[in-house]
């Protein structure tokens, strides 16, 4: 294939079309115009298939015998078939050799050597090998035409379609690495810069050409001499104008410095031969005047050298500006991708916070919509609330003219009078249902009387106490008033009864002892809150001239209102029951031991009862060891120990000296006892203080300041789930559902009959419980 081989680029194909398309495909594009030639190492099934002979393909002619060689070449002949099915698709036409040998790196060297190959695209590594990283060789074979390939021989090496690895010409000149080099890093370039590769290397062998012709020796005559300058002169100017060529200059520097040194080294070399020349007309006379032209000629040389220069300058010039051109383009370009990248993520950012501000508007609408169905249903409740006060005005109003009229003979004029009928209808015959507790001075009932819940106490009934002395004790306790008493109402003296106001939370004994899942333990702050109501109470009880002792002082005696606001009961009950009492030291272990002892009640009783009742607010324990647990613990220095951890975290200090107080309080001896308002209220109006001060919003606002109509009228606590029932009324799901399953067919308010036992949400006020837990 002889000097065909110099322009003709050749790749090394394998069996198989798919691993060997994309270094097909490399070569396609990036030697656009160039002669293909296809090189196969063929390893045959023996190895003196062909005896190690290049083969160049023909077909076989009919009729030949078929052997293993046949086999062999219809294997290689199907090989080749893909391939040219494959350059067909592309419009490609390409030659291709093959050779057989069982080792495909040795294959390719000897076909180099042998087909004096130039130009050879081979694989690097496997496809599934190629990283971004990769720059080196992986395959044996790449490895070993790399190593041993002869040095005449451009190797390119590609895995994947990208360019991996260039084994340059190794015995051309250092300007030539140079522009391998360039070309290997100018990968941008990659269908420009090697075809120009190929002109430059074409380029230098005629260069070398030119040398060894000027360099031989010096013909004796003028004919002689001039033939060999004219061709000299003619190749020179064919070399001047192929080496201006477009493709070559833009590649580097270097470049250019090769063909303008190879130009002047031809020039230099001219004017060596000119010079012998000249010495020789010396002996030639005739040789002169054909000298003078040849002078002549290499000064036109010159002007055309100069020319050239000046226009290779020129497009120096142009080339850089074109690159600075084509550099502020792509910063340009650049500018205008991050821009767009920007303009993306701010329109992606906006198209969510509009999807964010519908779902708000969409909140907003349903909240508007909640709020003026809850609106709606406030003024309904509003109207409906005007007439029942305009009814119970009247009643007020025609009971307080009945009550003028009327001169009852036991009862002063603060309190009412009810018979034993109504006392029966309130406590629904005293179901087992509206009893609230029962104790030694009574049984206490929860009931309505003329359409407001009372709490109703029987007292024991015996025939020796006389209705004198009932009648003058109520007169007494009915012109007590203090906020923190709770309110006698009324009595009955045909069932020998009162009546009180309804405490909506109970007693302070089920909130110490956390009866139910409905009665969760106070904070401290509430617990101190409510031992400076009772101190205060006891003090006003005690400062009444003649002094009013209340004798039986405990938890259970201390309601709590529907805002957990303290209210002692049971005032004036021991003097009631103290008469037929046949075993006072029985009597509850709040009392003075001194009492259980003489049967008298004295001021400092009430301090002793207040004294445990403060140990069981502090510590939470049980009545039967929380003294002698204070007082051990006081004495080790280990009081913390004792505190009610559920109640949050104490003041130490303080809580310590209260503690100390409460303690001196449960003395025996009453002398021993401190002082209700020189030492005991000191204390707990310091601790008071301290509470007000440090108490959470969340639990003092819905503990003491919930709205009435959020609280449940059976529980006593702001509805979870507030159900609709028949009487209009609403109330917590399981309460009304509990009280509808245990039988009942009355309104819990009203005590009338229900016309029917559904339930329906109600959503407006469900919707306003959460808003107002919300600001909380």
């Known amino acids: 294939m002889g000097g065909a081989a110099d322009e003709t680029i050749f790749v090394a194909v394998g069996k198989s079309v798919e691993s060997s398309k994309t270094t097909l495909l490399w070569a396609l594009d990036n030697f656009v115009g160039k002669k293909i030639c296809l090189l196969h190492v063929h390893r045959p099934a023996h190895s003196a298939a062909f005896n190690g002979k290049f083969v160049i393909y023909k077909p076989k002619e009919n009729g030949v015998k078929v052997s293993q060689q046949d086999v062999e070449m219809q294997k290689i002949n199907e090989i080749f078939n893909h391939y040219q099915s494959f350059l067909a698709e592309a419009g490609v036409e390409a030659d291709k050799i093959w050779i057989e040998r069982d080792d495909v790196g040795k294959g390719i060297v000897e076909s180099i050597s042998s087909h ?23 395959s044996r074979k790449a490895i070993f035409v790399c ?36 070309l290997r890093n100018n990968e941008k370039l990659e269908g420009e810069t090697i075809p120009s590769l190929l002109s430059v290397t074409s380029l230098h062998s005629e260069t070398r050409q030119l040398e060894c012709s000027m360099s031989e020796p010096v013909p004796q005559t003028f004919e002689q001499a001039y033939l060999p300058i004219q061709r000299s002169r003619s190749e020179d100017l064919d070399y001047s104008f192929r080496s201006f060529n477009p493709l070559i200059l833009p590649q580097t520097i270097e470049g250019r410095s090769l063909i303008q040194h190879s130009a002047e080294s031809g020039k230099s070399k001219l004017q060596g031969r000119l010079r012998s020349l000249k010495s020789q007309g010396s002996e030639d006379a005739t040789s002169t005047s054909k000298l003078r032209s040849v002078s002549d000629q290499a000064k036109s040389l010159e002007i055309s050298y100069a020319k050239e220069s000046n226009e290779r300058k020129e497009l120096e010039k142009e080339l850089k500006r074109k690159k600075e051109e084509l550099e502020a383009v792509q910063n340009q370009h650049s500018g205008i991708i991050k821009h767009l990248h920007a303009v993306q993520e701010q329109n992606s950012a906006l198209e969510n916070q509009i999807s964010k501000s519908r779902s708000v508007e969409g909140e907003l609408e349903e909240k508007i919509v909640s709020a003026v169905e809850l609106l709606i249903a406030f003024k309904e409740r509003r109207d409906r609330l005007r007439i029942e006060h305009g009814e119970a005005m009247r009643e007020v109003r025609v009971l307080r003219k009945s009550v003028r009229m009327e001169s009852p003979s036991f009862c002063g004029p603060l309190i009412l009078s009810f018979t034993f009928e109504e006392i029966i209808q309130a406590t629904h015959s005293f179901d087992q249902s509206c009893k609230i507790r029962e104790g030694r001075y009574g049984t ?24 004198l002395d009932f009648q003058d004790e109520v007169e007494v306790l009915s012109r007590v008033r203090h906020p923190n008493l709770v309110t006698l109402i009324g009595t009955c003296p045909e069932s020998y009864s009162l009546v009180y106001e309804y405490m909506k939370n109970g007693s302070l004994e089920d909130r110490l002892t956390c009866r139910g899942k409905k009665s969760p333990p106070f904070l401290w702050q509430t617990r101190m809150l409510i031992a400076a109501e009772i101190c205060s109470t ?37 003097r009631l029951a103290r008469k037929e009492d046949p075993h006072p030291h029985l009597s509850s272990v709040y009392k003075d031991p001194e009492y259980h002892a003489t049967g008298v009640l004295t001021r400092e009783s009430d301090v002793y009862s207040f004294g445990v009742i403060l140990l069981r607010l502090i510590t939470g324990r ?16 280990n009081f913390n120990t004792v505190l009610d951890v559920s109640a949050g975290d104490w003041p130490l200090d303080e809580v310590e000296q209260l503690a100390r107080v409460s303690a001196r309080c449960c003395e025996s001896n009453k002398l021993d006892r401190p002082d209700l308002v020189s030492e005991i209220w000191t204390v707990l109006e310091l601790m008071r203080d301290l509470a007000i001060t440090s108490a959470s919003k969340l639990h003092l606002e819905e503990s003491r300041q919930a709205p009435s109509h959020f609280v449940c009228p059976i529980y006593q606590e702001v509805m979870k789930d507030p159900l609709i029932a028949a009487d209009g009324h609403t109330y ?7 009280w509808l399953d245990s039988g009942h067919n009355t309104s819990p308010m009203t005590n009338l009959k229900l016309e029917h036992t559904d339930l329906v949400p109600n959503y407006a006020l469900l919707y306003a419980i959460q808003e107002w837990r919300q600001l909380l």
């Open 732 to 738: 917590e799901a399981e309460a009304i559902r509990g």
């Open 116 to 138: 004096n190959i130039r130009w050879l695209v081979m694989g690097a590594a496997a496809n599934k090998y190629y990283s971004k990283n990769l720059s080196t060789l992986k």
């Open 538 to 574: 006891l003090i006003f009880l005690h400062s009444h001239e003649p002094s009013i002792i209340h004798g039986n002082l405990k938890p259970s005696n201390i309601l709590l209102d529907s805002n957990f606001v303290s209210k002692i009961s049971d005032l004036g009950i021991s």
């Open 444 to 467: 206490m009932y929860k009931g309505t009387l003329r359409h407001a819940d009372v709490a109703i106490k029987m007292l024991p009934f015996s025939g020796s106490r006389g209705a």
């Open 622 to 637: 049980s009545i039967s060891s929380v003294v002698k647990d204070v007082r051990c613990a006081l004495e080790m220095g």
């Open 147 to 182: 190593q041993n390939a002869p040095e005449f021989s451009h190797i390119w090496f590609t895995c994947n379609g990208r360019l991996i690895y260039t084994r340059e010409l190794r015995n051309d000149s250092k300007a030539n690495e140079e522009t391998n080099t360039d």
